[in-house]
């Protein structure tokens, strides 16, 4: 009996580290400049899900590297970029955001994601919208 509840733990962990959840979501943005008379909403794609992760308890004797854990963070990316209407002469009108292809469990990299786990309180319009389709505004 211990051998088979041995065999299926191991084989749950090798399952979950193997399934991961995480992959390509649909997201709505809103972006909007002060000096420009319209906010932009903006589909596109973010990476979310869950990713198996182990918490060591001997972090004490360990260094920082090996305490990071996996995110569920982009394999391959674009950026799009799109044009805020409403925008003066003066002020640059053109608002840049990445959109996932793939995604991948892994280390999160700042040069290109953000790491914070706080959820974006501010994501509404205050001005009247424009919404964002596939390579024009409406």
């Known amino acids: 009996m211990t051998a088979i509840y041995l065999m299926s733990m191991l084989f749950g962990l090798a399952c979950g580290q193997a399934m ?3 992959f390509p979501t649909e997201y709505t943005m ?3 400049r002060k000096e420009c008379a319209y906010c932009l ?4 794609t973010i990476c979310a899900g869950y990713c198996m992760t182990r918490d060591i308890n001997g972090k004490l004797f360990l260094p920082k590297y090996a305490l990071s854990q996996d995110v ?3 394999r391959d990316f674009m950026y799009k970029t799109v044009e805020i209407p409403g925008c003066p002469r003066h ?3 053109y608002f840049s955001y990445p959109v996932a292809a793939s995604c991948k469990c892994g280390k999160c990299n700042t040069d290109y994601s953000d790491c914070i ?3 974006i309180k501010t994501n509404y319009c205050t001005k009247p919208q424009k919404s964002y389709v596939v390579g024009f505004s409406i």
């Open 91 to 93: 002020v640059t009108p």
């Open 72 to 74: 569920c963070t982009y």
């Open 30 to 32: 809103h972006v909007e």
């Open 41 to 44: 909403t903006i589909n596109t």
């Open 20 to 22: 991961s959840f995480c």
């Open 117 to 119: 786990h706080e959820a």
